[in-house]
């Protein structure tokens, strides 16, 4: 299978540098580091205080372009922090946004253990109960263009992807989930699109922040709600769902069906990349999923 997440442009901190010094002459760029990168964007961190994310993909600069204009209106709509770009710009067909930081770490680094996870259900659910319920028409989202929960497009994918994943995996439990999916789809609300562990921002194990909303758009609750089946042990969902209100059967089937095709290419991307943090989060969340 094909590597979706290889750059199609490179930034170098020295080029980051030139670029913000000339575009945003407020900022001093007296330091640039390398903060992450993930498959759409490279984030640079700019002298201790700002984010700065740099497309490295061509079908990213839509989504870069989307999220850049969602965020600020719904920044002060949600209980928990999000990027709120103040800084944007262009090198040539290549977008970039700034933003500033946001404390805490990315979840999928800190080997979380059940406890921590118990204490996250009830956040997790008032932040997606908060987002699910805005009203989106002042937002110019649009519709989920991705097929996150395209029956006919997943169920083939997933199995191959099951098909060339290392041993460990329960791959005849997860094919079960796969084949016994309910098709009933349920109407679409504000989604975030790409929700998993590596863009829940944690400080002292509080959730500290939700990042990376270049996903964002209209879509059935299950495309987010997959992170609770793959995020949260069997022993934490009634702590989110006192939260966020509960769910039919059929949006359960949808979330486990998304967590499963979503869990296995974040496997793969981190394999790829050699991030053992990541690799290890993607195992435990295929067993939450069919535990």
């Not at 997440?5 to 640039?32: F, G, H, M, T, Y």
């Not at 989604?191 to 059935?220: K, M, P, T």
């Not at 022993?235 to 095709?261: L, M, P, V």
Request: proline fraction near 6%; hydrophobic fraction near 45%; include cysteine.
């Amino acid at each position: 299978m094909t590597e979706p997440w290889k750059a199609e442009r490179d930034w170098s901190s020295n080029e980051v540098r030139e670029v913000i010094r000339a575009q945003c002459p407020a900022l001093s760029c007296r330091s640039v580091e390398p903060f992450g990168c993930g498959w759409d964007n490279a984030a640079f961190l700019i002298d201790d205080e700002w984010v700065f994310r740099f497309v490295r993909r061509r079908i990213a600069v839509a989504l870069l372009e989307r999220e850049s204009s969602v965020l600020p209106r719904l920044a002060s709509l949600l209980p928990v922090p999000i990027p709120n770009p103040q800084w944007l710009g262009q090198v040539g067909d290549w977008p970039f946004a700034g933003y500033r930081r946001l404390i805490g770490r990315p979840a999928s680094d800190l080997f979380l253990d059940e406890a921590a996870r118990i204490l996250l259900a009830r956040p997790l659910g008032q932040f997606l109960r908060t987002l699910h319920d805005q009203r989106t028409g002042e937002l110019g989202v649009e519709p989920d263009s991705f097929g996150r929960l395209d029956l006919a497009k997943w169920q083939p994918r997933a199995n191959q992807m099951l098909d060339d994943c290392d041993t460990g995996v329960d791959a005849v439990a997860l094919r079960r989930v796969l084949d016994a999916v309910d098709a009933t789809p349920a109407p679409a609300v504000l989604s975030h699109g790409d929700l998993y562990s590596r863009h829940l921002l944690l400080d002292d194990d509080q959730l500290a922040g939700v990042i990376d909303w270049g996903d964002v758009c209209l879509a059935e609750p299950a495309v987010d709600l997959a992170l609770v089946f793959s995020f949260l042990p069997p022993s934490a969902r009634r702590g989110f769902f006192a939260a966020y209100g509960e769910i039919n059967e059929a949006t359960a089937s949808r979330a486990r069906f998304r967590a499963i095709g979503h869990t296995l290419n974040v496997h793969r991307y981190a394999k790829s990349i050699g991030d053992e943090a990541l690799l290890a989060e993607a195992n435990l969340a295929l067993r939450f999923i069919v535990a």
